[in-house]
């Protein structure tokens, strides 16, 4: 026999039916990489099958691995408070991540985010793909370098192309998308930069706004 993959990826895992229901069924077993087996559990996309908005972060975090839903940590918050300062609360939005499960290092009892690899976004991508067919959202948004590479590919830089509505065939099929940095990287800057740091974040998020009308 042959070893097994590394990283099989997601693709054999899909179901047949793929509404956002049997989707998020089918990813609880998922095993198309290595992450899912120190990981509690598989993280999940959340939110109407009819939102406009999608947000697209790069994979949960410690909190979001115990909960079981994305974006419920620390960058959670700082997330909500931009979409609400942004005038995007009242916006339907399904939330997710490109990577399914939590990747990390151990450092005693704590557990270190650890950025995914290459191998391991690519092997998570089917769960993306298929998301992005069942909501068929208006517009896009990606947070941050993760999901910017998944989603468009290394030639959307973050720093230069944020900000402004993208319209491009995408990983996930041609759509209007969106990038903006991860949540998390208000709460890394360092203190006298970061109210600089988040105004840019929500002025970001306005562009969405005003786009979604
Ligand atoms: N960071 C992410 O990218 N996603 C989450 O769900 C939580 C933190
Ligand atoms: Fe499957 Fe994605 Fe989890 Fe890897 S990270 S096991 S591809 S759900």
Same mark, same amino acid.
């Given at each position: 026999?042959?070893?097994?993959?590394?990283?099989?990826?997601?693709?054999?895992?899909?179901?047949?039916?793929?509404?956002?229901?049997?989707?998020?069924?089918?990813?609880?077993?998922?095993?198309?990489?290595?992450?899912?087996?120190?990981?509690?559990?598989?993280?999940?996309?959340?939110?109407?099958?009819?939102?406009?908005?999608?947000?697209?972060?790069?994979?949960?975090?410690?909190?979001?691995?115990?909960?079981?839903?994305?974006?419920?940590?620390?960058?959670?918050?700082?997330?909500?408070?931009?979409?609400?300062?942004?005038?995007?609360?009242?916006?339907?939005?399904?939330?997710?991540?490109?990577?399914? =499960?939590? &990747?990390?290092?151990?450092?005693?009892?704590?557990? %270190?985010?650890?950025?995914?690899? !290459? @191998?391991? $976004?690519?092997?998570?991508?089917?769960?993306?793909?298929?998301?992005?067919?069942?909501?068929?959202?208006?517009?896009?948004?990606?947070?941050?370098?993760?999901?910017?590479?998944?989603?468009?590919?290394?030639?959307?830089?973050?720093?230069?192309?944020?900000?402004?509505?993208?319209?491009?065939?995408?990983?996930?099929?041609?759509?209007?998308?969106?990038?903006?940095? =991860?949540? &998390?990287?208000?709460?890394?800057?360092?203190?006298? %930069?970061?109210?600089?740091?988040? !105004? @840019?974040? $929500?002025?970001?998020?306005?562009?969405?706004?005003?786009?979604?009308?």
């Amino acid at each position: 026999m042959p070893p097994r993959a590394k990283h099989p990826g997601a693709q054999g895992f899909l179901p047949p039916e793929t509404t956002l229901p049997e989707l998020r069924a089918a990813a609880d077993g998922c095993r198309g990489c290595d992450l899912w087996e120190p990981a509690t559990q598989t993280v999940f996309g959340a939110g109407p099958a009819d939102a406009p908005l999608l947000l697209v972060g790069e994979q949960p975090g410690d909190v979001e691995d115990v909960e079981g839903e994305p974006f419920v940590g620390p960058a959670g918050r700082v997330l909500a408070q931009a979409l609400h300062e942004s005038g995007l609360d009242a916006t339907p939005r399904y939330v997710t991540n490109a990577v399914k =499960h939590f &990747s990390f290092t151990r450092q005693g009892k704590r557990r %270190l985010h650890q950025t995914p690899k !290459a @191998a391991e $976004v690519s092997a998570c991508r089917p769960w993306l793909v298929a998301e992005y067919a069942a909501l068929r959202p208006q517009l896009t948004v990606c947070l941050g370098s993760t999901a910017v590479r998944s989603v468009l590919g290394t030639d959307v830089k973050v720093l230069r192309d944020r900000g402004a509505v993208l319209e491009r065939d995408s990983a996930l099929g041609p759509g209007a998308f969106l990038v903006t940095v =991860h949540p &998390s990287s208000i709460l890394r800057a360092p203190d006298d %930069l970061r109210a600089e740091a988040r !105004a @840019a974040f $929500v002025a970001d998020l306005r562009v969405a706004a005003q786009f979604l009308g």
